[in-house]
């Protein structure tokens, strides 16, 4: 779900509204009548319900859902106050969500609300991204895209691979002032067999996918059908895209600069992070005899035959236990236990005073 009719986007841009900082909102009684609600009170009752979700997502509802007051006159000329809402976005999503889904309107407006919302996400988590991550969030965009303008090449009659590098060629020279891929490779200073897409920055690759769509819809929209014309498009939206660049005080695509890291390097970089590490060894002053033997001095005790008072002849003179006979076998247990957690203890606060050991 990543694209919009015209009659959703007519149907509730005509609505929207922007204030003096140019944040847009919908005023609630507007919605109103385009999601086919009569009465107020109706609607008012989605709106409420929408505000509890809100807060059950641990939003503000006095943010989301801004009440307003609107003065009105009755048919008997009388002037009286009523309620209003100036929504955001997520308050029309959520009011949309909770309304009833059996009116047409209804069903758009999620569409519209739903894609909308998730477009100012991305936007809004795209500012917060490292160059890095914004050049691996482009590349696979500029893939995708690129995807669709062979496609739309190819119904223009560009057949072979000679024929769609000229008509890669004839974008990058409106683009790059005059620099083909070759060009730009060099200019970079690639070698051999390194893509330029490989070492693009994040503002370079959103200029080139800026290109590319437009290029695609140019074709489609003008039912381009020849490679000349098709060359034609290509090199004169890149070169619009040059003169926006240029209007709005950027730096031109050939002088920013090149990433050290290529695309590929990225990925085998996070890959290795994904991998798990294997296991430091930490020195330690308790070598493994001594804890052999501690582990034995443990262990023995529990060879004790279960020999009551009355039977010590059967116990062996050679040893003699370092706790009273008898045991029942859960005491003896709960000894053990006792001594292994008390050893491990030691053992612990031995490796700790060793270097590295995460206490």
Known sequence: MNKLSSEQKNLFDDIKHFDEYGNEFWFARELQTVLGYAKWENFHKVIKTAMIACKISQQSAEEQFHEVRKSTISGKGKQSSIIDYKLTRYACYLIVMNCDSRKKPIALSKTYFAVKTRQQELAEGYDTLPEDEKRQLFRGNNCQKNMLLAGAAHKARITTQKEYAIFQDSGYMGLYNG??????????????????????????????????????????????????????????????????????????????????????????????????????????????????????????????????????????????????????????????????????????????KADGFPS
């Open 179 to 352: 620099m083909t891929a070759r060009d730009i490779a060099e200019h970079k200073g690639l070698h051999n067999g390194e893509e330029i897409l490989d070492y693009m920055g994040g503002e370079e690759f959103a200029a080139n996918l800026f290109c590319i769509t437009q290029t695609e819809e140019k074709i489609r929209r003008e039912n381009i059908d020849t490679p000349e014309k098709a060359n034609a498009a290509h090199y004169k939206v890149g070169k619009i895209v040059r003169k926006t660049i240029a209007t709005l005080g950027g730096t031109m695509p050939e002088d920013l600069p090149t990433p050290e890291n290529s695309m590929g390097e990225l990925e085998s970089q996070q890959r290795n992070q994904l991998k798990p590490k294997k296991n430091k060894c930490y020195s330690t002053s308790v070598t493994f005899g001594e804890l052999s033997t501690s582990l034995k001095s443990l262990i023995k005790p529990l060879k004790i035959s279960p020999a009551c008072p009355a039977r010590k002849k059967s116990v062996s003179k050679k040893y003699k236990p370092n706790f009273p006979c008898p045991l029942s076998f859960p005491e003896k247990i709960e000894r053990l236990q006792s001594e292994v957690d008390r050893l491990f203890k030691t053992i612990r606060s031995e490796l700790q």
